[in-house]
């Protein structure tokens, strides 16, 4: 059976963002609620959603709503049905009764349930109603969250779940898994018994939740927010919630048990209010006493609260050898709870699928992992685990892996899909290349280059492995969740600290000598981007030939922001790009005057949709919503493109004097209305400088090489200001840019 139809029921945050992402797939769907009112309003949090829940916000009422009374009957024309309600079963087995009546024959039903077996859900179901009938359980926020489970059991007509599994994932673009009707299922099974071994092994080792955080977050590649800081974003009362119905569901034998009870400071936290960010604070709370805002941190021991302490446990990477062999407590925690994890997830096998690697995959798109418990057994050694690990007597997967000790055990990577992606051909690959910051990976028609360092940062080392990968067609792709966040502002200001600018300097021009070769290789280049595409990272996907991109860009030139401007050619590029229209060619002062906005005010793009009218990215840049496919588009774009010729390079014309004069009228009356203080103007006139053509009084001819002079030149003046510097400091503390 094709969807093209498809009826959400329940307007809530699951159901909303849901209906929303089918809108981003162009499918016809209908949301109904109790009242039109209900789904109306639900319409309007959708079209305001942060990060947007649409790609195209003008879409929105593409989205039709209704009520439950009076428009049931869309439902007959609907190929797909999905509860989105209340997780009360008496209310579920209500809407299903109504459903069964009034759907066509075949259509399918699904429940967007995380907790609820089918068992439950369906017992009132016909056995013929029960094969059209499954979970559907996606993440939130939908469109961002790769991990969709489809649930299935016995009673299911498997075609049908097949069907539901490839709609899923060409048209919606998830990371569609099928697993078994087990309590939790795949993501959330070993996601909670993860967060709660994390825990539970921090209060019996009396760390700090600072520290646990510390430990249970990066450096296991984990997301920055840990354990303590994932319970206050979930809600406390929530997770208590989530364990009792794990505890209700598994057997007494089931190791969650050991994990999941109810420690007393938690009990305590939730019956006085603090349950997280959504309540008066929970493990980290704002104390706004005395004017100011200072983050504290629950003292696990005493339950009392003082200033939180960052804890630099000096591993930005992912190495876990390195991690559990520390020799201190840093490393015996992480060795405790790694341990555990992987023994836990290998006991689910075959019980909740017969793929172990699913359960991996559910953890990088569910739970934004880089490796799930089967990689990082991998990665640790089969034999250095084992010399290592305590008692796993009846563990099936483990006691066979023991007598093979097949260091090679793991095999195919995501195989549940039949799409070739960058986790599959790596493992392929004739060769591997590269540093510390970057991988090459090396097949005969083409090169990958997949940068490795926090936010994917670029360095020099960066720069090197994109250089020396031009030698074929390249593709410039990551696995992690971004592009490139931009140029290692840390590492810049290691040398500014000292005082060093003439290395600064020195990278700099490296950085534009790279993206340069880029752009006028003799072979082309593609960057196929997700994520943040920011700074430096934009001015690599600018300066490469083509660009498939995902939906899931955040996308954009944001220097200004920490007190610089684009030096790597970004400047040079969006003027180039603004130059080409139809506007441009009657007004010299045009394009400069557009870009002088756009990157002045740090905009970005938050899709492709968005990112197109502000020349981000260009109409034929390529479009993907399922990102497992960026690499299959950019090997056809490739191989359509076996007779590239590197475009000539650019002139630029710009208008000098009367440009600048406009742009500082611009910044005469911002600052007059106080919206750019005396550093932002500071930082507005060497922009202002740049895009104007330099020091040039008239109409002026420059290369890029001159722009690209321009761009450093600027780039330095600010770059050697205390208040750029402090700026810097600031974003890279904080995360959050200084506001003053």
Not at 195 to 223: C, H, N, Y
Not at 241 to 247: A, N, P, R, Y
Request: net charge neutral; with cysteine.
């Amino acid at each position: 059976m094709k969807i093209k139809n498809v009826v959400v029921i329940g307007s809530g945050t699951m159901g909303s963002g849901i209906a929303a992402h089918l809108c981003n797939a162009n499918v016809p769907v209908t949301l109904l609620d109790l009242t039109t009112e209900i789904s109306s309003n639900a319409r309007e949090r959708i079209h305001k959603s942060r990060p947007p829940l649409l790609i195209d916000k003008s879409k929105v009422n593409n989205i039709k709503v209704g009520n439950i009374n009076d428009n049931f009957d869309v439902v007959k024309d609907a190929d797909w049905i999905v509860e989105a309600v209340v997780e009360r079963i008496d209310i579920k087995h209500q809407i299903y009764e109504k459903i069964f009546k009034a759907r066509k024959d075949g259509a399918i039903v699904s429940s967007n349930t995380s907790s609820i077996p089918i068992k439950v859900l369906s017992e009132n179901l016909t056995d013929k109603e029960k094969k059209d009938f499954c979970i559907t359980h996606f993440f939130n926020p939908v469109r961002y969250m790769g991990l969709l489970e489809i649930v299935k059991n016995e009673n299911n007509d498997l075609d049908k779940i097949n069907s539901l599994k490839e709609f899923c994932e060409v048209e919606l673009g998830k990371g569609a898994i099928v697993c078994n009707d087990t309590p939790g299922f795949l993501g959330n099974r070993v996601g909670v018994y993860a967060m709660q071994i994390a825990m539970t092994e921090a209060f019996k080792m009396k760390l700090s939740v600072e520290e646990a955080d510390a430990i249970f977050g990066r450096p296991m590649g984990i997301p920055k927010t840990g354990v303590f800081g994932l319970y206050d974003l979930i809600g406390i009362d929530l997770m208590a919630d989530v364990l009792k119905s794990f505890i209700k569901e598994l057997p007494q034998t089931d190791k969650f048990h050991i994990v999941a009870q109810e420690i007393p400071l938690v009990k305590k936290l939730i019956d006085t209010g603090y349950t997280g960010r959504k309540g008066k604070g929970g493990f980290y709370r704002i104390n706004k006493e005395g004017g100011s805002k200072v983050l504290e941190a629950l003292n696990l021991e005493t339950g009392e609260y003082s200033p939180s302490k960052k804890i630099d446990v000096k591993s930005d990477k992912v190495d876990l050898n390195a991690l559990i062999n520390r020799g201190d407590k840093y490393g015996e925690y992480a060795w405790s709870v790694l341990s555990k994890i992987i023994k836990y997830a290998s006991s689910l096998v075959p019980e909740i699928t017969k793929d172990f690697n699913d359960i991996d995959e559910a953890m990088r798109l569910g739970f934004n992992w880089a490796k799930g418990p089967f990689e990082m057994l991998e990665e640790i050694g089969v034999e250095n685990f084992f010399s290592k690990i305590d008692e796993f007597k009846g563990n099936k997967f483990l006691e066979e892996l023991s007598k093979t000790k097949d260091e090679k055990f793991y095999g195919e990577r995501q195989k549940y899909t039949n799409i070739e992606t960058v986790g599959k051909v790596k493992r392929k690959a004739q060769s591997v290349d590269g540093n510390s910051s970057a991988q090459i990976y090396r097949f005969k028609d083409y090169n990958i280059v997949e940068f490795t360092t926090k936010a994917n940062a670029l360095d020099y080392d960066s720069m090197d492995a994109l250089k020396k990968a031009t030698d074929k067609p390249l593709i410039i792709i990551n696995e992690s969740m971004q592009f490139s966040a931009g140029v290692n502002l840390t590492y810049t200001m290691d040398f500014a600290d000292k005082g060093d600018f003439k290395s600064i300097e020195k990278f700099i021009k490296y950085f534009q000598d790279t993206c340069k070769h880029l752009k006028y290789s003799k072979y082309p280049v593609i960057s196929a981007p997700s994520g943040l595409t920011l700074g430096g990272g934009f001015e690599v996907l600018v300066q490469s030939n083509f660009v498939a991109s995902h939906t899931n860009i955040v996308i954009g030139l944001v220097e200004t922001i920490v007190g610089l401007i684009p030096a790597g050619g970004g400047c040079k590029e969006m003027l180039a790009r603004w130059s080409e229209t139809k506007e441009a060619k009657k007004d010299p002062n045009y394009a400069p005057l557009k870009v002088f906005d756009i990157i002045g005010y740090g905009k970005t793009a938050t899709s492709p949709v968005e990112a197109v009218p502000m020349k981000y990215l260009r109409p034929e840049d390529k479009t993907i919503m399922n990102r497992n496919s960026l690499l299959e588009v950019s090997k056809k774009i490739i191989e359509e493109n076996k007779d590239f010729i590197p475009t000539e390079e650019l002139k630029f014309n710009l208008p000098g004097e009367s440009v600048r004069g406009e742009m500082n009228k611009i910044l005469e009356k911002l600052y007059n209305d106080k919206v750019i203080l005396d550093h932002g103007l500071e930082v507005a006139k060497e922009l202002a400088y740049v895009l104007s053509g330099g020091d040039t009084t008239v109409e002026k001819t420059l290369t890029e090489d001159d722009l690209f002079k321009l761009e450093l030149d600027a780039f330095m003046r600010l770059i050697e200001t205390k208040k750029t510097q402090e700026r810097i400091k600031h974003t890279l503390a904080t995360g959050k840019p200084l506001v003053n």
